[in-house]
């Protein structure tokens, strides 16, 4: 069975730290490049990052450059987003993605290049 699952979501106050894990089973993990992206209440889903399944070359969206990390275990089948210096404005659902394509180009953000995804994390960061 192919599933991906989020974890490490939940509530910090500003200026705090999370790290999001995505887990992959069914799949092998180092054959897909993995997106993180998110969704606010109201708002569409966002690419936040992306790492390439070839070189590991990293992609990030202006708002997290910076703050946020991505990273992936292919011998663990996971993939992982730490979160520092957390704003109020980074509240949403977290998802996790995987793209067949070997190549990531300048559409990493583009939700319909992904082919799997998992159920989300919510992350709040309020005072």
């Known amino acids: 069975q192919l599933q991906l699952v989020e974890s490490g979501g939940g509530l910090v106050q500003p200026g705090g730290s999370l790290r999001l894990s995505c887990a992959a089973s069914?799949?092998?993990?180092?054959?897909?490049?993995v997106g993180w992206f998110r969704q606010a209440p109201g708002k569409e889903r966002e690419g936040v990052s992306c790492?390439?399944?070839?070189?590991?070359?990293?992609y990030y969206a202006d708002s997290v450059k910076g703050r946020f990390t991505i990273s992936r275990d292919n011998a663990k089948n996971l993939a992982y987003l730490q979160m520092n210096s957390l704003k109020p404005e980074d509240t949403a659902v977290y998802y996790c993605?995987?793209?067949?394509?070997?190549?990531?180009?300048?559409?990493?953000?583009?939700?319909?290049?992904?082919?799997?995804w998992g159920q989300g994390t919510q992350v709040t960061v309020s005072s």
């Open positions: 790492i390439s399944r070839m070189d590991e070359s990293t």
């Open positions: 993605a995987l793209m067949r394509a070997s190549y990531v180009g300048s559409s990493w953000y583009v939700p319909y290049e992904y082919d799997y």
């Open positions: 069914g799949f092998s993990l180092d054959n897909y490049a």
